[in-house]
Nanobody, 127 residues
Framework: QLQFVESGGGLVQPGGSLRLSCAPS????????IGWFRQAPGEEREGVSCISVDGSTSNYPDSVKGRFTISRDNAKNMVYLQMNSLKPEDTGLYYCAVRWRPGPGVCSLTEGFYDFWGQGTQVSVSS
């Protein structure tokens, strides 16, 4: 079972920022498309961003577009999610996920697209 370590979560006031990181424990992300998902208590998990293997494609739902930015540094084997202008409704457990060799320029905000998942990092937005 491949494992990730997500980090960077925490408690932040509305309007604040956080940067989440996703790092695999013992494999390379270079050939994987990456997605970030979140799940609030009592809610279904939803995709909040994704990035293709080569970084040429990224997608966001309207709820976070313009506030969240996904990026990847293949040399460092890391993926990041920069979250700005955070709102209380952004609260949730944030997960990263990988899909191996999906083809060029492809990523998805759909859970079923991904092969492996991390354990999540908690983000809480509250005053």
């Amino acid at each position: 079972q491949l494992q990730f370590v997500e980090s960077g979560g925490g408690l932040v006031q509305p309007g604040g920022s956080l940067r989440l990181s996703c790092a695999p424990s013992a494999f390379s992300l270079v050939r994987g498309a990456i997605g970030w998902f979140r799940q609030a208590p009592g809610e279904e998990r939803e995709g909040v961003s994704c990035i293709s293997v080569d970084g040429s494609t990224s997608n966001y739902p309207d709820s976070v577009k313009g506030r969240f930015t996904i990026s990847r540094d293949n040399a460092k084997n890391m993926v990041y999610l920069q979250m700005n202008s955070l709102k209380p409704e952004d609260t949730g457990l944030y997960y990263c996920a990988v899909r191996w060799r999906p083809g060029p320029g492809v990523c998805s905000l759909t859970e079923g697209f991904y092969d492996f998942w991390g354990q999540g990092t908690q983000v809480s937005v509250s005053s």
